[in-house]
Structures are given as C-alpha cells and as structure tokens.
C-alpha cells in the first residue's frame, strides 16, 4: 500500500481531539496511550504553526 505523504499529513492533522481521546480511552497499555498522547501534542504543535504562518491569532 503506498500512501503519499500529502495525504498522511492531511489525514494526521485532520484528527480532532474527541477522536484521539477516544483512541487513548480504547489503548490496551500505557505504551499506545503515549503514541497517541504524544500525536496528539505534534498536530497541536502543527497547527499552531500553520496559524502564526498565516497570521491569525
């Protein structure tokens, strides 16, 4: 299966809080809640990058 990265992107900073919660809520062990916990924090991060870059604040 070949993903292109534009399209990872979109679908990794498209997820919504209440989508990652969920996922945390359903992990079967503390490793799976960090990966998730800590992907939440990067599209966060990503996010409010793009916002300073387009200057709305």
């Known amino acids: 299966m070949e993903i292109k990265i534009e399209n990872l992107k979109e679908c990794l ?3 919504d809080y209440e989508t990652i919660k969920n ?3 359903k992990s ?3 490793s ?3 990966f998730y916990i800590d992907l939440l924090n990067l599209i966060l991060q990503y ?3 793009e916002v300073v870059k387009k ?3």
Do not use: R, Y
């Open 55 to 57: 200057g709305v604040f």
């Open 23 to 25: 996922l945390i809520k």
């Open 28 to 30: 079967k062990n503390d």
């Open 47 to 49: 996010q409010q990058e």
């Open 32 to 34: 799976e809640k960090n």
């Open 13 to 15: 900073t498209n997820l």
